[in-house]
């Protein structure tokens, strides 16, 4: 079995991905350098891989969806508002409490967000905050499946699992206009 994948650079740095012919199997966001991006995007397709150990294949020719998927991430890393519900995605042999919770993160739009626990309930599944999170954790498409919108209670950046962890969620959702933890100090009146 190959997976085709390709690396491109963003506003952000350097993303992977890679796809069958059904959707986006793997989105790895930025390491330090393209180096280190193909390091980890292949580390992880060998890991995800289903039947033994797969081939990869760095790909010249994109499939005219994949080519709309890096132009949509790219532009998203540039900062431009981004709706991704178009870009299908690859899930097969993920478990179904997975695939409601990635479900309901991709619906979710540019700038909204919530917390594990709404998630769950949104999904079905309330009362499983914490599993919620874990699914999240292993994500396999960031950003299309914006698991960077999902919150701990309270308003507070709760963990990421992609470089750079949680500052890199924060980043994200800053790209959005979303302003997470405490609010600002007040300003300081003038005595005049």
């Known amino acids: ?52 150990e797969p081939s990869q294949q760095a790909s010249s020719a994109l499939p005219m969806n994949i080519i709309a998927a890096v132009d949509e991430i790219t532009r ?51 009362g499983l905050a914490r599993e919620t999170g874990q699914a999240l954790g292993s994500n396999p498409v960031p950003i299309v499946v914006p698991c960077h919108r999902i919150l701990a209670a309270g308003n507070k950046i709760g963990g990421f699992s992609a470089p750079g962890g949680s500052a890199t969620k924060e980043k994200l959702l800053t790209m959005e206009g979303v302003r997470v933890g405490p609010p600002p100090p007040a300003q300081a009146s003038f005595g005049f």
């Open 1 to 52: 079995m190959t997976i085709p994948y390709h690396l491109f650079e963003t506003a952000i740095g350097w993303i992977g991905i890679a796809w069958s012919e059904r959707g986006l199997t793997r989105v790895q966001l930025p390491e330090r350098d393209r180096a280190a991006t193909e390091r980890r995007l292949l580390a992880t397709m060998s890991r995800i891989s289903q039947s033994g």
């Open 76 to 126: 998203y890393a540039a900062g431009e508002m981004v709706d991704f519900s178009d870009i299908k995605v690859d899930l097969a042999g993920i478990d179904e409490f997975r695939l409601a919770i990635y479900d309901a993160a991709r619906k979710l739009g540019f700038g909204e967000t919530t917390t594990y626990g709404e998630l769950a309930q949104r999904a079905g599944h309330t």
